[in-house]
Nanobody, 126 residues
Framework: QVQLGESGGGLVQAGDSLRLSCAASGGRLSDSAMAWFRQGRGEEREFAAIISDDGGSTYYDDFVKGRFTISRDNYKNTVALQMNSLKPEDTAVYYC???????????????????WGKGTQVTVYS
């Protein structure tokens, strides 16, 4: 059974950086697009970034563009989210998600992802 596990969250000050990592066990990620979502308190899960199976294509939500960078290492079977210039509004639980498609068309919707991690908490204070 393939499982995803996120790590790297924490409590940081506004303007600081964090690097989140998502590692797969029990299978490989190389045939799947991978995405990061986030969910604040009382909010729906929100798309943040996606990367294609080979890492050749990425797309970011506007509110993280220019600050966050998604990357993957298929050899290590991991996907990362480098978060710079963090803001208090970035506070959320961050989830990695796996799609069976190499690049799903409706990648902003949670329904296109077949597997999710349990999330890692990111808290940004001012």
């Amino acid at each position: 059974q393939v499982q995803l596990g996120e790590s790297g969250g924490g409590l940081v000050q506004a303007g600081d950086s964090l690097r989140l990592s998502c590692a797969a066990s029990g299978g490989r990620l190389s045939d799947s697009a991978m995405a990061w979502f986030r969910q604040g308190r009382g909010e729906e899960r929100e798309f943040a970034a996606i990367i294609s199976d080979d890492g050749g294509s990425t797309y970011y939500d506007d509110f993280v563009k220019g600050r966050f960078t998604i990357s993957r290492d298929n050899y290590k079977n991991t996907v990362a989210l480098q978060m710079n210039s963090l803001k208090p509004e970035d506070t959320a639980v961050y989830y990695c998600a796996l799609s069976s498609s190499r690049r799903p068309l409706d990648f902003r919707r949670t329904s296109v992802y077949s597997l999710w991690g349990k999330g890692t908490q990111v808290t940004v204070y001012s």
